[in-house]
């Protein structure tokens, strides 16, 4: 939705036509105000009369009456007073006060400014914490409501979808030197298009953006009335469910003039893409944010892994750690000569291990004082990239197919993948997806955004992110994180936006990224974070084991998984009961050797998943949310 002071005029002087008695509001052909009146009615805000007859429509006059309460409390001056194209709402307005309210009201750090200047927001005393908070006030909650409720109609014309064909894919500042302010205007009335936060810096396409300027690419268009609306897209619907017979042969030509259907009336690549536009506007949009992260060093692990079985060596853990540090060795002399030259090479971490590596003679030392061979499997294993199997009478590591593509893919430019970094693409493909300009940077930084948009480096992660498999995984930092999570992201506000950061500041980002990877949290767009309905079921979970090391790991979680499959569940208790000739059953189906399962019982006990014959509640607890990340995910079905 796009209002700025001028819609507003246009709304005041309809609704003065209608107070004097006239039914409409009729424009000249020559009217510079006639794009204004065209971005309300497919809106909903006015109802064209043809052919140049504008009238109020319900939506236009509860605009109307929303602003006229506002500047009667005194938050707003009179329409005619506001200033010339000032933005009043816009896509950053919008996802502002989405993500207020995923905060229960409360506004973050980022857009305070923008919404208490539209008057959306009221001072609260938090007598808790006693300190004052900045919450959306009513007319800021009525002003999200009502764009929730009023949906755009998509409709383009000719000169407009030529402009879209032409435009650059997004991520930039501008979409193309000829497309027009009314063009843009339109565009983003249509949530086609969308302006990253605070400052509006970049523009990205919505999910139904991207789906109209590839239908248009692939060939949709023509220079002739409408190239792409909603009844044509239902005429499409209809060929592709019950074939070309049901269409008249006028909508047949039609359609295969605009190229949404070949000579053999069939669906052409247009048509496709197309009829996900109409899917688009058919379906709700996730509200949740999938993403993705990895650590160079955990790429460094995921390859050495690879050369090792295609040397058929061993791949048990000491094998693992004695080529692992000789390969860090030789990546960080490697650095010494060019510290600085990015911002992934400057990090507090790459820093010290730089130094330290002159400091330190033994390498195994040096590699066990920056980095934890134990830690750096789990979370390989918490993304499914890599699964333990049983080499003779030792635990080794093979790679799944998805680590397999990530070594490929990271072969010859091994770098960090940060969650922000993926959001800043992922996030289009949810209800107001606007990124925040820290996460466009971030994804730059990481070569997912190049000047043509997002790289294929980019669109390889935006897909690992929706559709790789996720297991629970937590190390101790991450847990106390994750029970104390605080309300914002701290001064910096991004991960990796101030070169000086401590080396505690990134260990604490890093915890962060992997948090909201794993959909335990969500970074907001304006600073806040808040836990999932995952996150908050983990943090009860994990309560008696915040002692431990790895509080939770994929193993552990197969070890209970298979205590629940064979025990006896007693519902009022919430516990699961085993027989002493269940334990071998539970063995056999968790997959490991008998040591690694009786050393990994004893650790769930440890974490108080388990009792001395019984998995307790913390550990169906924490099956629990296995299953809701499954769900979220759609992955179940995936699981071996």
């Not at 199997?389 to 080794?396: D, F, L, P, Q, V």
């Not at 559709?467 to 847990?479: D, M, N, P, S, V």
């Not at 990796?496 to 970074?523: M, P, Q, T, V």
Request: charged content about 25%; hydrophobic content about 40%; aromatic content about 6%.
């Amino acid at each position: 939705m796009l209002l700025a002071s001028a819609h507003l005029i246009a709304l005041q002087e309809l609704a003065a036509e209608e107070a004097a008695g006239h039914a409409t509001h009729s424009l000249a052909e020559d009217d510079s105000q006639e794009h204004i009146y065209r971005e309300l009615e497919l809106q909903g805000l006015a109802l064209l009369q043809p052919p140049r007859a504008y009238q109020l429509s319900y939506a236009g006059r509860e605009a109307l009456d929303l602003m006229r309460a506002m500047h009667a409390e005194n938050l707003l001056p009179t329409i005619d007073r506001l200033e010339h194209n000032w933005r009043f709402l816009g896509s950053d307005i919008l996802a502002a006060l989405h993500a207020a309210t995923l905060k229960k009201g409360q506004v973050g750090p980022v857009t305070v400014d923008m919404l208490r200047a539209r008057g959306f927001t009221k001072q609260v005393q938090d007598t808790l914490e006693k300190r004052q908070l900045t919450c959306l006030n009513r007319y800021g909650e009525a002003w999200r409501d009502f764009a929730e409720h009023h949906r755009p109609r998509l409709e383009i014309y000719g000169d407009l979808a030529n402009a879209i064909r032409h435009m650059h894919p997004g991520y930039a500042q501008k979409p193309a030197a000829q497309m027009t302010a009314e063009q843009l205007a339109l565009m983003e009335a249509m949530n086609l298009l969308a302006w990253s936060i605070p400052e509006g810096d970049n523009y990205v396409l919505t999910a139904l953006g991207q789906a109209v300027y590839d239908a248009l690419r692939k060939e949709g268009y023509s220079p002739l009335d409408v190239a792409l609306d909603e009844p044509l897209l239902q005429v499409l619907a209809e060929l592709a469910d019950k074939g070309s017979s049901v269409l008249t042969p006028e909508q047949i030509a039609s359609l295969q003039l605009l190229g949404y259907v070949d000579a053999d009336e069939k669906l052409s690549a247009a048509g496709y893409a197309a009829l996900k536009a109409y899917s688009l506007l058919q379906k709700e949009v996730p509200e949740k944010t999938r993403t993705f992260a990895i650590t160079e060093p955990e790429v460094e692990l995921l390859t050495t892994i690879d050369h090792l079985v295609q040397e058929h060596k061993p791949t048990n853990k000491e094998a693992l750690h004695r080529v692992l540090v000789n390969r860090m060795v030789k990546r960080y002399r490697a650095l010494e000569g060019r510290r600085g030259r990015t911002l992934r090479e400057r990090t507090p971490l790459k820093r010290q291990a730089v130094a330290l590596l002159e400091q330190v003679k033994e390498h195994d030392e040096w590699f066990n004082t920056n980095w934890d061979l134990e830690e750096l499997l789990v979370g390989l294993e918490a993304f499914d990239l890599l699964r333990a199997e049983m080499e003779g009478r030792n635990m080794g590591y093979r790679l799944t197919f998805t680590g397999q593509k990530i070594v490929e893919e990271q072969e010859g430019n091994t770098r960090d993948i940060s969650a922000t970094a993926v959001k800043a693409l992922t996030i289009a493909e949810t209800h107001l997806g606007v990124p925040a300009q820290w996460w466009i940077e971030q994804a730059r930084e990481e070569e997912l955004i190049g000047t043509g948009g997002i790289t294929a480096s980019g669109r390889f992660y935006a897909n690992l992110a929706n559709h790789c498999i996720r297991r629970l995984a937590l190390t101790r930092e991450e847990a106390e994180l994750l029970e104390q999570l605080p309300d914002t992201e701290g001064e910096s506000c991004g991960f990796g936006s101030n070169s000086r950061e401590g080396l505690d500041e990134e260990k604490r980002n890093w915890a962060l990224e992997k948090l909201e990877a794993r959909g335990f949290i969500d970074r907001l767009v304006d600073c806040q974070m808040i836990r999932t309905e995952a996150g908050q079921l983990l943090t009860r979970a994990v309560s008696g084991a915040m002692h431990l090391g790895h509080p939770i790991t994929p193993t552990l979680v197969r070890v209970l998984a298979a205590i629940r499959q064979v025990g006896t569940l007693y519902v009022k208790e919430r516990k699961v009961r085993m027989q002493p000739h269940q334990w071998e059953e539970a063995e056999r189906l968790s997959g490991l050797g008998e040591s690694e399962f009786r050393e990994m019982l004893h650790v769930a006990r440890m974490g108080q998943y388990v009792g001395e014959a019984t998995l307790t509640e913390a550990g169906l607890d924490l099956l629990a949310v296995q299953e809701l990340i499954d769900k979220e995910y759609s992955v179940a079905a995936k699981r071996p």
